[in-house]
Structures are given as structure tokens and as C-alpha cells.
Nanobody, 122 residues
Framework: RLVEFGGGLVQPGGSLRLSCAAS????????TGWFRQAPGKEREGVSC????????YYADSVKGRFTISRDNAKNTLFLQMISLKPEDTALYYC?????????????????WGQGTQVTVSS
């Protein structure tokens, strides 16, 4: 099971850190990632990280602003988001691939959480 936390309402330019707590999985054994979906838009792969934690992917729209990380001791995946923009508004959810690599950080994941809402607005 994957459960996301940390969403909320933030002003443009603000920051949030999303967390994804896993149970039933040991995250360091799997590739994981964050996806988002805004109303009327396609689901987008925001960031992915491999099981070793040494290879990651970021969508062009978030490069330099978002950072994916993982705390193996807490079995938790994070997404640190800074310089948030209104276009970052979406439902964010974490995903897990039954593999040590995430491929193209595409929608071929195997498990996902219920999501946490991020709203960027003044």
C-alpha cells in the first residue's frame, strides 16, 4: 500500500514536500516515482528514481524545481517542490514499478496511491 501526504494550498513561489509511506513493500527494492494529473489534462510522470537511488528522471516542466528522494529507514518516498507555479496544481500520487528500473517513467507502474492534492494559487 502507498499513502501520500503533504499536499495543500500554497502561493506561487512557495514550497511543499510530498511524502509517500509504503507498507507491504520495501521501497529500496523497487523503482518508484511521482505522477500528477490536473483536471482536463493527461496524467504526467513528474519524477522517477531507480531502486538504487542513483538514477532519476524529471519532466522538463519541473527540472531544477523538484527533487525526488527516498528514506530507506523510514520506507518513505519524497518529492520536494520549490518555486511552485499555478500550473503545478494537480493531484499527485506516488507509484511503484515491480522492477529496479522505471523505464521511461511511464504509466506502466504496478502500484499507486490515492493521491494528495496540490493547489498553487494566490
Amino acid at each position: 500500500r502507498l499513502v501520500e501526504f503533504g499536499g495543500g494550498l500554497v502561493q506561487p513561489g512557495g514550497s511543499l514536500r510530498l511524502s509517500c509511506a509504503a507498507s507491504g513493500y520495501t521501497l529500496e527494492h523497487y523503482a518508484t516515482g511521482w505522477f500528477r494529473q490536473a483536471p482536463g489534462k493527461e496524467r504526467e510522470g513528474v519524477s522517477c528514481i531507480n531502486s538504487s537511488g542513483d538514477i532519476s528522471y524529471y519532466a522538463d516542466s519541473v527540472k531544477g524545481r523538484f527533487t525526488i528522494s527516498r528514506d530507506n529507514a523510514k520506507n518513505t518516498l519524497f518529492l520536494q517542490m520549490i518555486s511552485l507555479k499555478p500550473e503545478d496544481t494537480a493531484l499527485y500520487y506516488c507509484v511503484l514499478y515491480h522492477s529496479d528500473n522505471y523505464g521511461d517513467c511511464d504509466q506502466n507502474y504496478d502500484s499507486w496511491g490515492q493521491g494528495t492534492q496540490v493547489t498553487v494559487s494566490s
